[in-house]
T-cell receptor, first 112, second 112 residues
Framework: QKEVEQNSGPLSVPEGAIASLNCTYS??????FFWYRQYSGKSPELIMS????GDKEDGRFTAQLNKASQYVSLLIRDSQPSDSATYLC????????????FGKGTRLSVIA | NAGVMQNPRHLVRRRGQEARLRCSPM?????VYWYRQLPEEGLKFMVY????????ESGMPKERFSAEFPKEGPSILRIQQVVRGDSAAYFC??????????FGPGTRLTVT
């Protein structure tokens, strides 16, 4: 059974701070990792993808992957109230044609 | 380039009726995935299709649920004889490969 675990939160950070979101996964064969943002009542929006160990930066977002520890994280720098949402971690095996396995998400609240 | 389109956005059905949900993938995307999200729950994979083929239906209940992606037209998720437990948000995602998936706005199904 493939599992993706996230702390449900809520994670509260002040405006301008760094928000750190964490995710662990059970299947050591996993190859592709994604972070989605979902506002209440809306659909998931892809914000980051990462495939190899290390850091990947895109604007205020940095994804970090450590396959040995089966751990992936998302850092949001200079957090804004508009970043308040649920962040979903998703994983797939990338072995051909496999669906994403999602964590339940971490609710982030950025306090102005 | 238009995003993934789903209709209807909201659907109300009485118990025992049929629900038919439609998804048009992004242009150039040949992979379609259906996910279901129950209130306060994570996204759960249901079925993965390519044109005229079901690739993986391991997440779809064996009874009452079916999916298709014909050569022409949208992908359709069909739920027969709906029950209250089917009330959820149903999301379609499309992908040009098996990697990054882009979600549509979803269909909120309410069974009364």
């Amino acid at each position: 059974q493939k599992e993706v675990e996230q702390n449900s939160g809520p994670l509260s950070v002040p405006e301008g701070a760094i928000a750190s979101l964490n995710c662990t996964y059970s299947d050591r064969g996993s190859q592709s990792f994604f972070w989605y943002r979902q506002y209440s009542g809306k659909s998931p929006e892809l914000i980051m993808s990462i495939y190899s160990n290390g850091d990947k930066e895109d604007g205020r977002f940095t994804a970090q992957l450590n396959k040995a520890s089966q751990y992936v994280s998302l850092l949001i720098r200079d957090s804004q109230p508009s970043d308040s949402a649920t962040y979903l971690c998703a994983v797939n095996l990338n072995s051909g044609n496999t669906p994403l396995v999602f964590g339940k998400g971490t609710r982030l609240s950025v306090i102005a | 380039n238009a995003g993934v389109m789903q209709n209807p956005r909201h659907l109300v059905r009485r118990r025992g009726q049929e629900a038919r949900l439609r998804c048009s993938p992004m242009k150039g995307h040949s992979h379609v995935y259906w996910y279901r999200q129950l209130p306060e729950e994570g996204l759960k994979f249901m079925v993965y299709l390519q044109k005229e083929n079901i690739i993986d239906e391991s997440g779809m209940p064996k009874e009452r649920f079916s999916a298709e992606f014909p050569k022409e037209g949208p992908s359709i998720l069909r739920i027969q004889q709906v029950v209250r437990g089917d009330s959820a948000a149903y999301f379609c995602a499309s992908s040009p490969t098996s990697y990054e998936q882009y979600f549509g706005p979803g269909t909120r199904l309410t069974v009364t």
